[in-house]
Nanobody, 127 residues
Framework: QVQLVESGGGLVQAGGSLRLSCAASGRTFSSYCMGWFRQAPGTEREFVAAISRSGGNTDYAGSVKGRFAISRDNAQNTVYLQMNSLKPEDTAVYYC????????????????????WGQGTQVTVSS
């Protein structure tokens, strides 16, 4: 089992940047594919980005591709989401998620494939 704690959210003007962090407990962080999802008020939770166990494979939602970057540090049990060129439509609660996968290269993009979730961190982008 793994526990996840997000940090780094806040209020930023459009065009600005934020870096979210997700710290994981436990000694098996490298066993998990990690993902970031977000949920705006009145909408369903949506996929943002994911990274494989090895960190070698990543995937992004089309709406953030080229602006966001996911990375991980397995030695620090942490996954990051660097968000650049932020837009008001990026405003949401951002959640970190983990899924135990056998392959070093698997990327998961569906929320129902993730077993563990953090509590979320609010990101607000003003226009």
């Amino acid at each position: 089992q793994v526990q996840l704690v997000e940090s780094g959210g806040g209020l930023v003007q459009a065009g600005g940047s934020l870096r979210l962090s997700c710290a994981a407990s436990g000694r098996t962080f490298s066993s998990y594919c990690m993902g970031w999802f977000r949920q705006a008020p009145g909408t369903e939770r949506e996929f943002v980005a994911a990274i494989s166990r090895s960190g070698g494979n990543t995937d992004y939602a089309g709406s953030v591709k080229g602006r966001f970057a996911i990375s991980r540090d397995n030695a620090q049990n942490t996954v990051y989401l660097q968000m650049n060129s932020l837009k008001p439509e990026d405003t949401a609660v951002y959640y970190c998620a983990a899924s135990n996968t056998h392959s070093y290269y698997t990327i998961l993009t569906a929320s129902n494939t993730y077993a563990y979730w953090g509590q979320g961190t609010q990101v607000t982008v003003s226009s």
